[in-house]
């Protein structure tokens, strides 16, 4: 009886076992949303790495493809090696086509931002400040040939607002949306000085919610929002 238990228990560890790729474990939830969907297109705002504290990962090891997009040429880089057969592009997302001031660290950091209320609030230096020529989801989707994103990823240190303003969710309908909130009231960044009422007072809560979204889920930085004509 003995033997038994243990083996019972550890075919229990082994099944229990869960794998995120996520910074927060956001990945975790969008892969079990979509357990029953095989195939499917991711879009990718902010991708920053291919694998590490990345949202669609998983998704991609189930045989989903998508769009990933960054400001960084060396993380674009990466992905051309690692998913040569999603559309990876080196752009800077916001509401519209205009010029902005980039707060650049260093090739890879996860904190380079067009958000200078971002820059001053980091510890960390920056190295240079490099003028960019931002573009909008919308406009890069027009060039391409998805018509529907099944999910979306947002996390563009602080910028996420205005990449929302610039993408039509009604034509394309995500059905799931993780958008990463900065709450820079906070002394430190950590999901621990979370508050609610912050997330529902903010930009992000009330554009999603404008536009037939429902705010479900919260993982460290990430909100989870989900379109409502899906739920049941």
């Not at 993380?75 to 998913?83: A, E, G, V």
């Amino acid at each position: 009886m003995f033997l038994i238990d243990k083996i019972s228990i550890f075919k229990k560890k082994l099944k229990s076992k869960k794998t995120s790729y996520s910074f927060g474990g956001v990945d975790l939830i969008i892969d079990y949303f979509f357990k029953n969907k095989k195939k499917g297109v991711y879009l990718d705002i902010g991708c920053q790495h291919p694998v590490a504290n990345n949202n669609t990962y998983l998704l991609f090891k189930r045989g989903w493809n998508g769009i990933n997009i960054d400001l960084d040429k060396k993380n674009i880089h990466l992905f051309n090696l690692s998913r040569p057969h999603d559309l990876n592009i080196n752009a800077t997302i916001s509401a519209k086509k205009t010029k902005k001031k980039l707060f650049f660290y260093h090739p890879g950091s996860p904190i380079n931002t067009i958000e200078e209320f971002n820059a001053k609030f980091q510890k960390a230096k920056y190295k240079e400040i490099k003028v960019v020529t931002t573009t909008t989801i919308n406009d890069i989707l027009t060039t391409t040939h998805y018509k529907k994103i099944d999910y979306v990823s947002i996390d563009v240190e602080g910028h996420e607002h205005d990449v929302l303003k610039g993408f039509n969710l009604k034509k394309y309908l995500p059905d799931i949306i993780s958008v990463e909130f900065l709450d820079f009231s906070m002394k430190r960044l950590e999901f621990k000085n979370n508050k609610i009422n912050k997330v529902i007072n903010s930009n992000i809560y009330k554009h999603l919610i404008k536009n037939g979204y429902s705010f479900i889920n919260w993982s460290h930085a990430d909100l989870i929002f989900v379109r409502n004509k899906i739920r049941d």
